[in-house]
């Protein structure tokens, strides 16, 4: 299908389905709904005549209402503003349900293939064959779900989603219009912030109702088209679970919550199994079964209904058990109904007895403060003293000599010093409950040296874990541009440690590295973030197997490129051979889980394609995607430039200032849409370095600005064209895979970029300088990439998702002019208490919509 006939599919399945189905919205039994269903369209076209006119927020609105004469008050034009916000937010929930309902029809643009064209590949070539049969046995994908606060939808909002995502499949207009009718009445707010717990409750819908049926259909697909045995292939894909777990920054997070929710993660996977055992049960009549089934009856349904405080891992004993019925099914009963069996048997294959992996996290600092709190209580038993840890980094290594002991803190201690002792405990018990699968990575944040990954070891050996039983995998996170660059002398330091080479060799000497993307495009800007950790993956792969060490990559990603998100899966297919790819990890984070796993077809398209993309990237590998070393010198010195033109804004003394007045940054602190902090530290002033890597990425999308995604590439190219190098950087974009989606995935930045909207501040006695060199740098980087790529518009090779993106920046408009209007009302002048809660509040609002509808704004 030409990209052309998919832009109109595009267009008659979504965009005309979108203007048909809102105009329910005015059928809707609710009068005032009907009311501003009437009046938003004159208010849409109001701001859009507004912003093409460079009007400010205030001056499009009052105007607005100058035309109406019904709202005079300030109370009525605000409670107008609120109605407006709430009809949009379920405007933006109609569209995305219409989006995914024609996924399957209007496919992607992009298609980097999925696991049919490997099949295909694959049965046509049998050496090729045997090449991905054998990667298939030591080769996986672990998606980690995080707790990041992203995901505005509430549970009941999806799941009115789900279903008026089938219910427009099949054109079923009645239905649609009472589930239309449903989301008129289910809040979109929630009046408390949740906890780490309910974090874990909201995410755990997509385990139970999309990941737990889309694994075992993507394993079975491979095992029926390949032939391979299911017991010769390790899990292929994997969960990972940050809520509850990851503490990092985030005070709420104790070990009560980390249990709770590990013993959730447990009891809902057993909820599943016994969902499908019913199943069954159903259909397995026969005779020669009856005492299998009865045991699994029993252990199934009471770990599902009536946990107990400390269970054990069953998984063993389900497996047995579903074998010996399969084995009695097929040589007693001519193997009817086996496939409901055997998909039973690949799911408890898959998931254990808990559903996920829940990784543990905190910051370096925190686990340094719990070292030092022990050696001070505990100085004259260890024989160490506090200057022992606290000298230079080679007396620290030397101060960690690894000894057994089992150490307690008392009530005066530091909670988060508790914490770190507490999970470090709890840990252990929870693997009693489900294997190591369920719990068994300790990540630590922030980290710049090898004492502390070394510290953090001897902390697990002082909380009653022994060396030839620790069970757990340290992984190091490099996150800023300086930490990335010292990454490859810390892992050497611990490669040649020989206690930590022990350990290593224990664990299969499989060591697992994360590098986030976030904080260091917040760090470096987009190209040196970018650059600065494929580098970081050269050279950490080189020294892995220099030590001959199976090295495995975390990728810490957000959901929009200025922090890792975008095209993933074309990053991966393109890593080239200097760069480990045999295990695929990232983290899925905010509206990404919903957009691209929301639902069956689109959460088993995208993780087919991060498969399709790490098994073709080693067996079929694409000679431009390992770069030459005058690539690799082109591309460090475009990144330098790149990273001193960011830099130099980050230094700038308005920066901070302009984004705690101009965006809604201040208000991300008081809604109810996380249980996390805003900012580390948050009981200090706002610092750049505090500020977390979300609410930096959020607040520049809310503004319409994007400069994470695209900030200095334009400075780059044109230093590029000045030095004579632009045929090397046009190779680039044209051969390296790498460096292609880099591009492309700044374009999505920049396509949902909108300056237009914040035109009326060049002018501004403040901000107006500090605004046109952000608008001069946008203008310079989308005449150099529209070169670079010889297009007449941002995205034009995708289409599909340009019209996407441009639909959804349209229905949002009205939301940003509200929301920088009540910005600026706030700023404007003092008001009464009750008012100021009002406009806040409104702010608050308008966040909601603006990124449900990005889907991978922030």
Known sequence: MKLSQKQALFENEVLTRFDLFKSLFLTLPFQRVKHTGTILPFFATHCEEGVSKKQTPEDIIDSFFDQYKQYVQE?????????????????????????????????????????????????????????????????SVRL?????????????????????????????????????????????????????????????????????????????????????????????????????????????????????????????????????????????TFSGIEGYLEELQHLLYNNSFNPIEN?????????????????????????????????????????????????????????????????????????????????????????????????????????????TIGVIRLLKEVQKSGSERAAQRFIISNCQQASDILGLKQLF????????????????????????SRAATVMRTLYTNKDYAKHLKRRGNKQTIMLGFSDSTKDGGYLMANWSIYRAKVELTALAREFDVDLVFFDGRGGPPARGGGKTQRFYASMGSEIENKHIQLTIQGQTISSQYGSFDSAKYNIEQLLHAGLMADVKQKIGDTLTDKQKQIIDDMASESHAKFLALRNHPLFLKYLESVSPLKSLASINISSRPVKRNSDKDLRLEDLRAISFVTSWSQLKQNIPGFFGVGTALQWAEENNLWSYVRNLYQNSGFFNTLIDNCMMSMT?????????????ETFGEFWTILHDEYEKTKAYLLKLSGADVLMQNYPVERSSILEREKIILPLLIIQHYAIRKLKSAVLPAEKEDVYRKLIGRTLYGVVNAGRNLA
């Open 75 to 139: 109370e009525d034009q605000v409670g107008l503003l609120f109605r407006i916000v709430q009809y949009i937010e379920r405007q933006v929930v109609l569209f995305d349900a219409i989006e995914d309902s024609a996924f399957k029809s209007v496919g992607k643009a992009d298609q980097t293939q999925g696991l049919n064209s490997l099949f295909k590949l694959a049965n046509s070539d049998e050496n090729l064959k045997k090449q991905i049969v054998e990667k298939l046995k030591d080769f």
């Open 752 to 764: 949902k970029s909108n300056f237009n909207i914040t035109a009326y501040m060049k002018d501004d």
């Open 311 to 419: 269970p054990v891992d069953e998984t063993a004993k389900i497996i047995e058990n579903l074998k010996a019925i399969k084995e009695v099914i097929n040589t007693q009963h001519n193997g009817l109904f086996v496939e409901l069996v055997e998909d039973l048997i690949r799911k408890v294959n898959t998931f254990g007895c808990y559903f996920t992996t829940l990784d543990i996290r905190q910051d370096s600092s925190i686990l340094r403060k719990t070292t030092a709190y022990l050696v001070t209580k505990y100085g004259a038993e260890l024989n160490l003293k506090l200057e022992d840890i606290n000298g230079t980094e080679e007396a620290k290594q030397k101060a960690f000599t690894f000894t057994e002991a089992v150490l307690d803190f008392d009530d005066q201690a530091d909670p988060l010093v508790q914490d």
């Open 461 to 484: 050996l002082w909380g009653g874990w022994k060396k030839d039983a620790l069970t757990i995998d340290f992984v190091p996170l490099f996150e800023t541009v300086d930490d990335l």
């Open 144 to 284: 980690v779900l995080t707790a990041h606060p992203t995901q505005f939808y509430p549970g009941p909002v999806l799941a009115i989603i789900n279903d008026l995502i089938e219910a427009i499949k099949s054109n079923d207009i009645s239905n649609i219009h009472l589930l239309l009718q449903q989301l008129g009445k289910t809040p979109f707010i929630k009046k408390q912030k949740p906890t780490p717990v309910d974090e874990a409750v909201s995410l755990a819908w997509y385990l139970e109702n999309v990941f737990y049926k889309v694994t075992s259909s993507i394993q079975s697909k491979i095992d029926e088209e390949l032939e391979v045995p299911a017991e010769e292939v390790k899990q292929l894909i994997e969960l990972g679970f940050w809520p509850g777990g990851d503490r990092d920054g985030n005070p709420n997070v104790t070990v009560e919550s980390t249990k709770k929710v590990a013993a959730m993660l447990r009891t809902i996977l057993f909820r599943c199994y016994y969902r499908d055992f019913r199943n069954v049960k159903r259909r397995i």
